[in-house]
């Protein structure tokens, strides 16, 4: 079964703090992975796309990494800004672009 | 660029009356435009796909009865929910994604919040 599983669930962090955030999936096969941050109440926003065969890819404060062996990714947040309080979402995209798997999101605050 | 426009962000109305929300692609052909759903604090949930002049595909527990879409031209798609009941309160966000397949991103709108009385 395709599935995209996100941890943890929630976090809190001080302002300035990196943090990590964790996406597993079974999605198979494989086309290509993203990460999107949403702010409450609004449509969610592109931050990084991977296809398998890239490792890595930065947007700014925002690192995304990927194994396609292990079928696991993170997304690497620097120098935490009060801004970055969203929710964050791993979206894994089967080969074809037939279905498209979204993670149930990591809910991030970040406190002064 | 990528941007798409949903209208109206927010609407509230009686139970028993038919919304309509448009989702607007402002600088690119959308050949493809996807409907979601999204309940408080849970990720968002497809309803259905639609190709400009094609029927959409509506995902399975979705009634497509209830929810109409319209996908009549390269930057416009429509959902109406018909006879609304308060069970159909929600956040529904589109997307828009244009031609180059599932390597091409999925530009979303900023979503519309339902609540029906």
């Known amino acids: 079964k395709n599935q995209v599983e996100q941890s943890p669930q929630s976090l809190i962090i001080l302002e300035g703090k990196n943090c990590t955030l964790q996406c597993n999936y079974t999605v198979s096969p494989f086309s290509n992975l993203r990460w999107y941050k949403q702010d409450t109440g609004r449509g969610p926003v592109s931050l990084t796309i991977?296809?398998?065969?890239?490792n890595t890819k930065s947007n700014g404060r925002y690192t995304a990494t990927l194994d396609a062996d292990t079928k696991q990714s993170s997304l690497h947040i620097t120098a935490s800004q009060l801004s970055d309080s969203a929710s964050y979402i791993c979206v894994v995209i089967v080969t074809g672009g037939f279905k498209t798997i979204f993670g149930a999101g990591t809910r991030l605050f970040v406190k002064a | 660029g990528a941007v798409v426009s949903q209208h109206p962000s927010w609407v509230i109305c009686k139970s028993g009356t038919s919304v309509k929300i448009e989702c607007r692609s402002l600088?690119?052909?959308?050949?493809?435009m996807f409907w979601y759903r999204q309940f408080p604090k849970q990720s968002l949930m497809l309803m259905a796909t639609?190709?400009?002049?094609?029927?959409?595909?509506?995902e399975q527990g979705v009634e497509k009865d209830k929810f109409l879409i319209n996908h009549a031209s390269l930057t416009l798609s429509t959902l109406t929910v018909t006879s609304a009941h308060p069970e159909d309160s929600s956040f529904y966000i589109c997307s828009a994604r244009y031609a180059g397949g599932s390597n091409q991103p999925q530009h979303f709108g900023d979503g519309t919040r339902l609540s029906i009385l």
């Open positions: 600088d690119f052909q959308a050949t493809t």
């Open positions: 991977m296809t398998f065969s890239e």
């Open positions: 639609s190709n400009e002049g094609s029927k959409a595909t509506y």
